[in-house]
Every structure is written in structure tokens, then in C-alpha cells.
């Protein structure tokens, strides 16, 4: 069973940056998809950033040029550098990941992804 544990949130200004943390119990698979979910309160689940197998990225229009994910294989760690944080970039941050194949054309879907962090969350203030 793999975990996955998540931290680096907090509360910070508007403008400002936080880079979050996943840790991930086994990162030896070959082709996967992990990535970056948040959800706010009384809204859906949002995919916001993948990264496959092969290094490449997706992400969300909202967090686009502001946002960067990259992983470390030898630390088994995934990461998202969150700059120019905006209120709306409030919300609970989860890691995901599919260890079965490499990301889905529909990355967004939260079906796709069978383990999940237990979330941080992060906190923008204007």
C-alpha cells in the first residue's frame, strides 16, 4: 500500500509563496501520473497539476505561470512551488497518484487517481 503525506501548507499574504511537499512510501513504478488537487470550501475537487513518468506537466488555466511542479525521485518527493498566491488559491491541498499508467488525457478527473494524501491546507489572506 503506498502513502502518501503532505505538507508545506500555512497562511500567508497575498503575493506571497509556499511550497508544498508530498512523500510518497514507494516511487519505483515506471509509468505513473502524480499530481496537485485542491478543494475549497463548498466547492468540487480541482485538479490543478500532474506530472507524468516522463517528466512532462499539466496545469489548470487559474494556476498557470504561477504554480510549478517537479518531483525528486531519489527523495521520493513531489513538490508544488506556489508563487503570486491569490486569496482564491485558498482551499485544502491534496496529492494524488495513479501508479498504473502515465497521465490521462482527462488528468482532472479525481477518479484516475487511486491514493490519495490526507491534505494541507493553505491560506491566503488579502
Known amino acids: 500500500q503506498v502513502q502518501l503525506v503532505e505538507s508545506g501548507g500555512g497562511s500567508v499574504q497575498a503575493g506571497g509563496s509556499l511550497r508544498l511537499s508530498c512523500v510518497a512510501s514507494?516511487?519505483?513504478?515506471?509509468?505513473?501520473?502524480m499530481g496537485w488537487f485542491r478543494q475549497a470550501p463548498g466547492k468540487e475537487r480541482e485538479g490543478i497539476a500532474v506530472i507524468d513518468s516522463d517528466g512532462s506537466t499539466r496545469y489548470a488555466e487559474s494556476v498557470k505561470l504561477r504554480f510549478t511542479i517537479s518531483q525528486d525521485n531519489a527523495k521520493n518527493t513531489l513538490y508544488l512551488q506556489m508563487n503570486s498566491l491569490k486569496p482564491e488559491d485558498t482551499a485544502m491541498y491534496y496529492c494524488a497518484a495513479d501508479w498504473s499508467r502515465r497521465c490521462h488525457h482527462y488528468w482532472v478527473v479525481t477518479g484516475l487517481y487511486n491514493y490519495w494524501g490526507q491534505g494541507t491546507q493553505v491560506t491566503v489572506s488579502s
Open positions: 514507494r516511487y519505483t513504478y515506471s509509468r505513473y501520473c
